[in-house]
């Protein structure tokens, strides 16, 4: 699970609506993967990060160098676009936690893959 | 009703194409390994109840994880596109469909939109059968031989190419597997009909026979099927489907206040809708 799906991803344990995200980070395995660099791709992305949840799960791995908020003129701030690069698609959490904010659920990340299936009394009707 | 299939372009190209235009983050619900050639960046995430078929995911290098269609666990308005494909012909209600459609529409921005794909109940369309009918490799022989054979109904050895090569969620156990094999009692007290792969279907909500090919060693000959005595050794799984009927699925769609039909078409025994949230 790299961080930019971290920051989509929500708890749906019934009742908890919007309270759910973001869901806290647990890692106990951790695994950097380059990947090309697309700065477009990086530029794009920035309007949709949810800031305050990115550097939670960033300071949460003890990730170096994240940048706070975008800077002005971003876009074409190679520094920049390059170290959000790195935080949002080179960090792949491989085993660990999310843990729901608001109920404490916690759901399992294995192998990469988070599991959020949750049983029939915990979701929504 | 609005009916215009894209111009000269397969329904999913015609989705990439308009993702590449924007910054996108994309849900895939199922048949991700159906989606290869469709990875454009890393904006796409993929999502399905079966763990094995998120696995195969990850192996691709997709983003995936494991969820419940219904309670889709991203936060709403998030997404640009979602693609769904072959997903919610699995539900067996009406209020359940519509539900994982009102899941999908939550999770789109205003103005993102979805393209979804279900099995249709007419696989023969413009007087052109659906590639599914069209690879039937049993011959009519063969088919008297199932229909006469009370201990095996419905059992085909074929695969269903509508991205149902994956195994189910729920995987039965060693033992009601074998139980289910020496058992030469038809399924009786069943009400829905167990369907003849590579045949037209005779009612909207079919259980589908797939067979879990096992990989069978060279001291196992695998016997020709028909044959007396023969009996398949491989597991089947009887999935079900509710296909729907031509205007069903874009009805569904419309059931929804905030969402616009972009188009309905008929896509090789398909039903498929592109709609956007408005």
Known sequence: ?125 | MVRRKPVNLPPISYMKTYMKAKMYTVLCSAAMKECDNLKIDESEIGCDYSKTLVDICRERQFQAFVCDALAVPVRSGSCDACISIAVIHHFATAERRVAALQEIVRLLRPGGKALIYVWAMEQEHNNQKSKYLKENRISQEQKEEIKNDKSTPGLVEQKSDTGSQNSASSVPSIDDIQEKESSSKPITNSELPIHINRTSFHSQDVLVPWHLKTKTGKDKPVEPFGSAGARDQSPVFHRYYHVFCDGELEAACQTLSNVSVLQSYHDQGNWCVILQKV
Request: include cysteine.
């Open chain 1, 1 to 125: 699970m790299k961080l930019l799906t971290h920051n989509l991803l929500s708890s749906h344990v019934r009742g908890v609506g919007p309270r759910g995200f973001p869901l806290r980070l647990q890692a106990t395995e951790v695994r950097v993967n380059p990947v090309e660099f697309n700065p477009d791709f990086v530029a794009r992305m920035i309007p949709k990060v949810e800031w305050a949840a990115l550097l939670e799960a960033a300071d949460t791995l003890n990730l170096a160098e994240v940048p706070r908020e975008p800077t002005e003129g971003y876009e074409h701030d190679e520094d920049f676009l390059r170290k959000m690069h790195h935080v949002l698609l080179e960090v792949e959490v491989l085993e660990g936690t999310l843990q729901c904010p608001e109920s404490g659920r916690l759901f399992p990340i294995s192998r990469g893959i988070p599991n959020m299936l949750l049983n029939d009394e915990e979701t929504e009707t």
